[in-house]
């Protein structure tokens, strides 16, 4: 084990340290990938004991495996959560989290302005199962009170959401669903710790597509969640191990490992980039609207400088103006299909910038008049930042918008 007391540690320590120690056998530093599916007892009587969780340890991957439990554990310590469990991607632990605590005649209050898949899922699977969904702006807390029925039992939203940038006050809608007996879950993917903490600003639990910021190579699906050690048993049983079975890869465990030590400098590197580009669309005469929650403009900019801590994600949207005789929405197409240093694709938080089109692909699936309810313009345009030099991106939009 570590001989680190990690009880008062910087989170840059945690980052490094926490979940992870030399592996006992070898000394190796690295948490090695235990790429096995099953775990071998010495005796009936010790498979006995660890199926009935009487003695602590591996049985089968699917319920837990050692390099999924360091990511689980690194996960928990960063968030301030009592524990986590690891899925195969960000939608299985959104769905493990559905699985886990709704049934039939239940009621779901999600914010309007969601991943696409995520909408979906609300919108039409959910449904399958008798369980209803409201749509609301979670940044107005008067919307998200009258949405609240007797039978609501959880309330979901992303901050800031995807792709509009929204931003909603998490301690607010704590004190709502603690008066309630309602869950509380936050979709964390845009603002991964060290900028905001859900569950110590009253959340119940979080998700993260892993995926995305916290393994930050744009290599490995993944996702997670995390929260108190009996809402997390919940998930584990019936959602990842049961009726979902979407423990992601050790291998995948072992690269979000990699990623994650080095977390807080990216995330810090992407906002830091976001915000200078932000900036530059902002005062740029091609551009007719941003979407970024680090402009003094933007409605919720003082609360999102408070709830996550001075920085403001590494993703910015956009709308570009009518150029030369082109409309809004094909001059934006065009942009991205002459910019060099962004690649057109879907996802965020690699170290590449992407740029991708919400209408006709993250949120192509969720209604027009459900994207058009959530201001998801046709022209809108949406990108991830990376850890390029941000000068040359900017030059790159100048180029483009030049040859236009
Ligand atoms: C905010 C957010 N949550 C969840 C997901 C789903 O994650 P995954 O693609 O890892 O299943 C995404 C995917 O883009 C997302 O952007």
Redesign the pocket.
Known sequence: MSKIDLTNVGFETLMIHAGQSPDKESGALATPIYQTSTFCFETVEEGQGKFAKTIPGFVYSRSGNPTNRALEMKIAALEGGEDAVATA??????GAVMVAFLKTGDHVVCGDC??G??SVVMRTNLAQFGIDASFVDTSDAAAVEAAIKPNTKLLYF?TPT?PLMVVTDIKKMAAITRAKGIKLVV?N??APPPLQFPLKLGADLV??????YLNGHGDV???LVVGSKADIALVRGNGVTKICGTPPSPHSSFLVLRGMKTLSLRVRQHCNNAMAFAQYLAGNKYIKKVYYPGLAGHPQHELAKEQMNGYYTGMVAFEVDAINGLSSYDAGIKLLNTLTIPSIA???GDPDTLIQHPASM?HASVPKEAREAASISDGLIRMSVGLENVEDLIADFDRAFASM
Not at 89 to 94: E, N
Not at 207 to 212: A, D, F, G, Q, R
């Open positions: 991607s960000g939608m299985g632990a959104i969601v991943y898949g995520t992303e995807n979709d993917t845009f998700v993260h597509s892993v995926t995305k699906l993944g996702g879907v996802s965020l993250t």
